[in-house]
């Protein structure tokens, strides 16, 4: 149920990538730490993928906005592109993350669009996104349309580091669970130090995350909130991050139709 969270949720895609680094040195927790990291990222969709949702967000001083978006999952024989569409009022914010088996995650923002067809139609635009709107390191670290989801957390980053440890197993909302802690080995003032994330040891969703800021000090965490059954599969319809320092909340919520 759980594992269909990845393939749905903006910013908690299923993504593909390689866990750098030799195993020799490490210990048996952090082995396994890698090989879970390697597992999740090794779940390639299998096919094209398209939601509709809102972002409710509420920030720091309490004031409250909606933004629509569109998720789009669009697979190929070599990859599969992460593609989120936020339309505000005047412009349209275009993110697409590719991702590639044994290589990292690319990433392409534009906060400016306005063309009158979407993206994917407009072949000038994407080639020109593609030439011109490449971005990595800390500017992943940014809140994609003013959220509480930052595009790292699309492309599940922290995924992608190399220090992977299992740090327990336990219980989270009825689920048994492997606590993987992911750790940043080069952390920046405004991005996270490390992830803790509660795996679901049937599905490979995550149940419930944790994020900490450069002082090591709990900056934000992650919940699905519901589900619903569509065609015979558990698909997420609602899910919330919330960053406790600043008391700022975005809520996702999919339009999924029930069986």
């Known amino acids: ?61 309490g004031n409250r906005f909606q933004v629509p978006v569109m998720c789009k999952t669009i697979v190929t024989a070599a990859t599969w592109r992460s593609l989120y569409e936020a339309n505000l009022t005047n412009r349209t914010v275009i993110l697409l993350v590719i991702h590639a ?55 599940l980053e922290f995924f992608h580091w190399p220090e992977q440890t299992i740090l327990k197993h336990e ?12 750790t940043n080995p080069d952390p920046s003032p405004n991005g996270y130090s490390r992830v803790v994330s509660w795996i679901d040891n049937e599905t490979l969703g995550i149940v419930h995350a944790e994020a900490y800021d450069f002082k090591k000090k709990l900056l934000k965490e992650f919940d699905p909130k519901s589900f619903k059954k569509v065609n015979g599969q558990w698909e997420l319809q609602e899910m919330e991050i919330r960053n406790v320092q600043i008391g700022s909340r975005t809520r996702l919520e ?6």
């Open 101 to 155: 088996v044994d290589q990292p995650n690319a990433y392409f923002y534009d906060t400016n669009y306005t063309g009158q067809v979407p993206i994917l139609g407009d072949i000038p635009r994407l080639g020109r996104l593609f030439q011109s709107h490449q971005i990595s390191g800390v500017t992943l670290m940014s809140p994609f349309t003013g959220s509480d989801f930052w595009i790292a957390d699309l492309g």
């Open 171 to 182: 219980m989270r909302r009825g689920r048994s669970c492997r606590v993987l802690e992911s």
């Open 1 to 61: 149920m759980i594992g269909r969270l990845a393939s749905v949720a903006l910013g908690w895609l299923i993504v593909s990538g390689a866990v750098a680094g030799g195993t020799n040195h490490l210990s048996e927790a952090e082995i396994q730490g890698r090989q879970l990291a390697q597992q999740i990222l090794g779940q390639k969709p299998t096919d094209d993928l398209t939601n509709k949702g809102t972002l409710e967000i509420r920030d720091g001083g």
């Open 254 to 259: 999919f339009d999924v139709k029930k069986e």
